[in-house]
């Protein structure tokens, strides 16, 4: 491919080009709206119905299409692979059983790969849709239910790549996972159930006991404790902050770096200060079984670094800062 120096009104074309692609593509999404209606319940319900899983497949552009639908369908609930149409053909028709749902992708409907397995497909006993731009082609004829994907015209300026048809197509397959989602009642935590290594799965599935530091590595002092005693033990501690706990364990206040802070710029003695003039009483504090982001909102809505973690019995059960959340990934 030779090099090309554009100049602006080549650059000023190109512009007006990719408006008009979106356009296009725009419109042929739109129009899929009005035409979802009893085939598309039929598509939900037989998928529904059945025991087995969805068989998600197409050749060239359209392949790329169904293998993306395949993933969606599996993240939200719905068991789903894509087989490529050809290797079906060679072997891979031995994943399909008579459970199973076939949803073959194709423009033309007239796909030689996937004609040759429709029969096959068939003679298993498991269920086709076909998603076409064909309602009267040989595979939309063929399939147990047809989900039209026809569009006008390809946002292409030849009329031939395909461009506005796989975006339909794109488009009308995310409404078959979304719907099917939300038929089963599947919520953001079967999700992130899905998803552990994304963010949400992190942000759904970690408890403020998965990221807490236990009781024996908050540093604890009695009300009574002299400031001196208590600085030497937030030092040891690392936390910035202190658990100040009565006798049988229960939190009675909190002393934090912010805490020392003010209390120098009231001019208290720190050698001579007692502990119970200085702390903060009745702190905020959280359950272990709580989401950690609850633990991440209050502490940002409160602004505070640090938070005690409080039992069910009133006792403490460890403690957290923002840093705990942060190498936990959960900020």
């Given at each position: 491919?030779n ?7 080549a650059l ?5 080009l ?15 709206a ?12 037989l ?5 087995g899983?969805?068989i ?6 359209s392949?790329?299409i169904a ?20 290797e079906a053909?060679h ?13 073959a ?13 429709v ?12 998603m076409?731009g064909r ?15 026809a ?9 031939l790549?395909?461009?506005a ?13 979304v ?14 159930r ?7 799965g992190r942000?759904?599935?970690t408890h403020?006991?998965?990221?807490m530091?236990?009781?024996?590595r908050?540093?604890?002092?009695s ?9 030497l ?5 690392g ?15 909190i002393?934090t770096d ?12 720190v050698r ?17 079984d709580?989401?950690a982001?609850?633990?991440a ?33 959960v900020?």
């Amino acid at each position: 491919m030779n090099p090309i120096a554009p100049d602006a009104a080549a650059l000023a074309r190109a512009t007006s080009l990719g408006r008009r692609v979106i356009e296009i593509e725009a419109a042929a999404v739109a129009a899929l709206a009005d035409r979802l209606g009893p085939d598309f319940e039929r598509a939900i319900a037989l998928i529904l119905q059945r025991k087995g899983r969805v068989i998600v497949s197409g050749i060239g552009k359209s392949g790329h299409i169904a293998r993306k639908l395949a993933a969606t369908l599996a993240s939200t609930g719905t068991p789903a692979y894509f087989v490529h149409a050809a290797e079906a053909a060679h072997g891979d028709l031995g994943m399909i059983t008579a459970e199973d749902v076939v949803i073959a992708l194709s423009n033309s409907g007239a796909s030689e790969e996937l004609l040759m397995i429709v029969p096959q497909v068939k003679r298993r006993g498991a269920t086709l849709i076909a998603m076409t731009g064909r309602p009267d082609s040989p595979l939309a004829r063929e399939a147990d239910v047809h989900l039209d994907a026809a569009v006008a015209e390809e946002a292409c300026p030849l009329n031939l790549a395909p461009t506005a048809s796989t975006t339909a197509a794109l488009a009308l397959g995310d409404a078959l996972a979304v719907a099917l989602l939300d038929a089963r009642g599947f919520g953001a935590e079967d999700f992130a159930r899905s998803h552990p290594g994304g963010s949400l799965g992190r942000r759904l599935l970690t408890h403020v006991r998965d990221v807490m530091r236990p009781p024996e590595r908050v540093p604890q002092l009695s009300e009574h404790a002299a400031l001196t005693e208590t600085l030497l033990a937030m030092t040891q501690g690392g936390m910035g902050m202190a658990a100040i706990i009565a006798a049988d364990g229960t939190p009675l206040g909190i002393f934090t770096d912010g805490d020392l802070r003010r209390a120098l710029e009231r001019g208290i003695d720190v050698r001579q200060a007692g502990l119970n003039e200085v702390i903060t009483r009745n702190p905020r504090s959280i359950s272990p079984d709580a989401l950690a982001v609850e633990a991440a909102e209050m502490m940002e809505r409160l602004r505070i670094s640090q938070l005690l973690v409080v039992n069910s019995a009133g006792k403490l059960a460890g403690a957290l800062t923002t840093h705990d959340l942060m190498q936990a990934r959960v900020i």
